[in-house]
């Protein structure tokens, strides 16, 4: 429960981080006409929270991989809740379900599904006349 909040909660927080900032300049914006006095707050409040919102996703990601790890521990895949077979092991823990794939840390794991190298389909049809 605990880990499918925290979970979702980092995989929006940037993009929700972002949308904030967007509003904060359309409010800025129109204050710059109105009120001037709010557009030069804004943008000093805009630079001394960045630090908070920074510390924040940090935080956000630090509990979700503390939420995530006990289920790694279990064999349990976080993201489906499967119990996994033998297979479920170090460096990646990769589900048979849901293909989720998971670094020991308890961090989703960033990597090519497909394992073709990057690029090649481009020098391919570069060289054809
Ligand atoms: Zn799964």
Known sequence: MLQRF?????AHYGVTVFF???GAFGIAFVGTFTLPLIAIFMVLLSIFLLVP???LGD???????K????YLRRGVCPRCREQQGPAWELPVYRCAFCKAAFDPSGDPHEGDE?????????LTANEAP
């Open 6 to 10: 925290f979970a979702a909660l980092r």
């Open 20 to 22: 904030l900032y967007l």
């Open 53 to 55: 919102a920074v510390l």
């Open 59 to 65: 935080a956000i990601g630090a509990l979700s991989r």
């Open 67 to 70: 939420t995530t790890r006990p």
């Open 114 to 122: 497909s394992g073709t190298p990057q690029g090649a389909p481009n």
